[in-house]
């Protein structure tokens, strides 16, 4: 039996541009955090990665072979402005450059204007926690929307603030590498900030286009239904899901999450009057990222701090995930993906949705030129089905961009995990396409599984 997707279901793959790109000193491009983040804490690096500043035409290619009509990807901010206020022609030229060769090869450009790399010059003026970025970042916003958008209609501001923000200065696993919730929490609202004004920006400028936001969700499951336990799942989904959603939809944040987080004492004092307004521009669509969902338990003493990102979400402990799971110790659970649209959709009172990124990485080998990912078909065919059982039951689900096109630098895991349709080898800069690239081709071209 065929499940189809509906008409005019937008199938893509999605890739970010410190993850691939390389040449991070090329056409006057300044340092970003994860270029000294990572070489401060002797990590691999984001280069050379996939080459694809300089491969883009081969990679562009493999799409239009694979036949997979959209691509989001992401401009790297130090490119345009390698010190995050001076605009370099040169960074400029090369997202010029990958429009036009893809809409050659007949490849919708979906564009993500903040993918984590922020100029390192604006981390020295302190990084998200500093206010003044919401503003810079408008700027470079309008900045890329005046050169791309003749070509480009679907514009996304900032990828998965949660991690920028909780993850990058909380538990300090991603660059900047701070440690500091209270700081955290700033960097969060000041994210949220910099989407709203950017989003104002790019409407300004005119034209016919579509502004999203990506958000991370984590379904929370726990082992036992009982009051304690719904408590501890409650907290971790307010600050995983809805810290970012609820501002963005014009709620403000959720007051039982202030409360959860008023003892750290800096996330109210950083609203300044107006901000909520700014953050609730309307959107057009949502972008959704997937991959597994998180499971939850609580801790004896109320007062303990969590092991979450953000320490300070006290009384609960985020559990190690079980079954199945993928190369990074994710777990495999398809049927919290349907539950996720399901609830995002009366969430969100019907707003659109594109899943941003889905996909999973596995220990891929080439063998005799070949790559049988059988675990990562199953993966994305699982993950489909459930995509799909959601737009059965009512989900208005515009499209899915398969994350991702190639493998690539895994942030903080270097080159450890591969998450590609397209196998690379870091080395030679091979590129195989592998049994999932096939398969998911011929999903695309029968816009069904
Ligand atoms: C994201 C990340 C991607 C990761 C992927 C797998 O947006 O979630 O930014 O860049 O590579 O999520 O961890």
Redesign the pocket.
């Known amino acids: 039996m065929t499940l189809g997707f509906p008409d005019g279901f937008r199938w893509g793959t999605?890739?970010?541009a410190y993850?691939i790109e390389g040449s991070t000193t090329a056409d006057g491009r300044g340092p970003s955090i994860w270029d000294t983040f990572t070489a401060r804490s002797g990590l691999a690096t984001g280069d050379p990665a996939c080459d694809h500043y300089r491969r883009y035409r081969e990679d562009i290619g493999l799409l239009s072979e694979l036949g997979i009509p959209y691509y989001r990807f992401s401009v790297a901010w130090s490119r345009i402005m390698p010190d995050g206020r001076t605009v370099e022609p040169r960074g400029l030229a090369f997202y010029d450059r990958l429009v036009d060769a893809l809409l050659e090869n007949g490849v919708t450009p979906m564009v993500t204007l903040y993918?984590?790399d922020l100029p390192e010059a604006l981390q020295a003026e302190g990084g998200w926690p500093n206010r003044e970025l919401a503003d810079l970042f408008a700027d470079y916003a309008l900045t890329v929307h005046k050169v791309l958008s003749d070509r480009v209609q679907q514009w996304t501001t900032i990828?998965?603030p949660f991690?920028a923000a909780f993850i990058g200065y909380g538990n300090g696993d991603h660059a900047p590498g701070i440690q500091d919730e209270g700081a955290a929490l700033v960097a969060g609202h000041n994210l949220l900030l910099a989407h709203g004004k950017a989003a104002q920006a790019l409407r300004s400028d005119g034209g016919e286009q579509e502004v999203s936001i990506?958000l991370?969700f984590a379904p929370v499951l726990t082992d036992v239904d009982d009051a304690a336990h719904r408590e501890a799942a409650r907290k971790f989904d307010f600050l995983h899901n809805r810290f970012f959603l609820d501002p963005l939809l014009g709620r403000g944040y959720p007051p039982e999450l202030l409360a959860d987080l008023a003892h750290l004492g800096t996330l109210e004092p950083a609203i300044a009057d107006g901000d909520l307004e700014i953050i609730a521009q309307p959107l057009d669509v949502l972008g959704v990222?997937y991959?597994a969902p998180a499971r939850a338990m609580p801790l004896e003493d109320p007062e303990a701090d969590s092991n979450c990102p953000l320490p300070g979400l006290r009384g609960m402990d985020v559990q190690p995930p079980r079954g199945e799971l993928t190369s990074?110790g994710?777990e495999q659970r398809p049927e919290c993906f349907t539950e996720l649209l399901l609830w995002l959709q009366e969430h969100c009172d019907g707003l659109p949705l594109v899943i941003?990124?889905n996909?999973a990485?596995f220990e891929d080998e080439v063998v005799e030129g070949r790559v049988h990912d059988e675990k990562r078909v199953r993966y994305f065919a699982d993950h489909l089905a459930a995509v799909h059982a959601a737009i059965e039951r009512g989900a208005d689900v515009r499209g899915y961009m398969a994350?991702?096109l190639l493998d690539?630098?895994?942030?903080a895991?270097g080159y450890t995990?591969r998450?590609g349709l397209v196998h690379v080898d870091f080395e030679t800069q091979e590129r195989v396409l592998k049994d999932s690239a096939l398969f998911y081709a011929d999903v695309v071209a029968r816009n069904g599984l």
Do not use: D, I, K
Request: proline share 0%.
């Open positions: 999605a890739t970010a993850q993918h984590w990828n998965e991690c990506v991370n990222n991959y990074l994710w941003a990124e996909g990485a994350w991702s690539n630098f895994e942030w895991m995990q998450f």
